[in-house]
Every structure is written in C-alpha cells, then in structure tokens.
C-alpha cells in the first residue's frame, strides 16, 4: 500500500510529466499545423460515444483523462523502479518511453477503431509525434521522480 506522501509525490510528478508531453504535442501540432493535442481528441472521442455531456463537460473529461494516464504511467514507472525491476537512470527513462509511445500508439489505433472516430489528421505523423511525447513524458518523469527522492 502506497503511503499518502508517496502518492501526493507521484501525482506531482505526474502533472509535470504530462504538461511536458502535453506542451510537446501542441507545439508539434503548431510546426506541421495538424491536430496532435491528446486531450482535444479524447474529446472528440467522447462526443462520439453518445454521452450527453455538454462540450465543455467533454473537453474538461478528456483533459481529466489525458493526465489520470499520465498519472497510471507514472505508477506504473514506479513500480519498476521500486522494486529494483529497472534502475532510475537516462537509459532507463528512454526505454520507458519507448514502451510507453507503443502503448499509447496501440492503445490510440484501439480507441480509433472502437469509436469509429477518424479524425482528418496525418495518422503516421501522429504516431510518430506520439512515440516521441512519451519519450519525453518518461524522461520527465524519470528526472522529477529522482528530484523527489532529495526531499
């Protein structure tokens, strides 16, 4: 069982990790003027599940999902490291992320498919960009998690 600071420190860690992964779409979304914002398209996903959610509601929900999957990662990362499964460490960092961008690709082509939802996006641009945010998103997470620890 997770004590409440340990919990308190992984949500943190959490919250800056997916703002880095966040910040890193939407400015790949800029450069190639294409719609790679993971929370804007949870929220049109979610309008194609027949919700009744207002579209305020939808993109607040898909905000709120987009970082409760940063936050899974983030345990998930912690668990590795705290039972000695991977070492905190840059190499370590890059294969998490690695995993993690083939993850949120399956996991994308997944919610895709099972929404019928097909966004008029660059699918491979997307991919790769995704792939390359979660890279970022671990090695964040790596960084503010092994901060944490001098507190």
Same mark, same amino acid.
């Given at each position: 069982?997770?004590?409440?600071?340990?919990?308190?420190?992984?949500?943190?860690?959490?919250?800056?990790?997916?703002?880095?992964?966040?910040?890193?779409?939407?400015?790949?979304?800029?450069?190639?003027?294409?719609?790679?914002?993971?929370?804007? /398209?949870?929220?049109?996903? &979610? @309008?194609? !599940?027949?919700?009744?959610?207002?579209?305020?509601?939808?993109? *607040?929900?898909? =905000?709120?999902?987009?970082?409760?999957?940063?936050?899974?990662?983030?345990?998930?990362?912690?668990?590795?490291?705290?039972?000695?499964? /991977?070492?905190?460490?840059? &190499? @370590?960092? !890059?294969?998490?992320?690695?995993?993690?961008?083939?993850?949120? *690709?399956?996991? =994308?082509?997944?919610?895709?498919?099972?929404?019928?939802?097909?966004?008029?996006?660059?699918?491979?641009?997307?991919?790769?960009?995704?792939?390359?945010?979660?890279?970022?998103?671990?090695?964040?997470?790596?960084?503010?998690?092994?901060?944490?620890?001098?507190?």
């Amino acid at each position: 069982m997770m004590d409440f600071y340990t919990f308190i420190q992984l949500l943190i860690v959490s919250i800056i990790a997916t703002a880095a992964m966040t910040s890193f779409s939407c400015f790949m979304s800029k450069q190639f003027q294409e719609l790679y914002k993971e929370p804007v /398209l949870l929220s049109f996903v &979610l @309008s194609k !599940l027949k919700m009744e959610l207002s579209v305020k509601s939808e993109k *607040i929900l898909g =905000w709120l999902l987009h970082f409760l999957i940063g936050f899974l990662f983030v345990l998930a990362y912690y668990v590795l490291w705290v039972k000695d499964i /991977l070492p905190i460490s840059t &190499l @370590s960092a !890059l294969l998490l992320g690695a995993i993690s961008g083939i993850i949120g *690709i399956i996991c =994308w082509m997944f919610i895709f498919k099972m929404s019928n939802h097909q966004p008029h996006i660059d699918f491979k641009g997307y991919y790769l960009q995704l792939f390359f945010a979660h890279i970022i998103f671990a090695i964040i997470a790596t960084a503010f998690y092994s901060l944490s620890l001098t507190f």
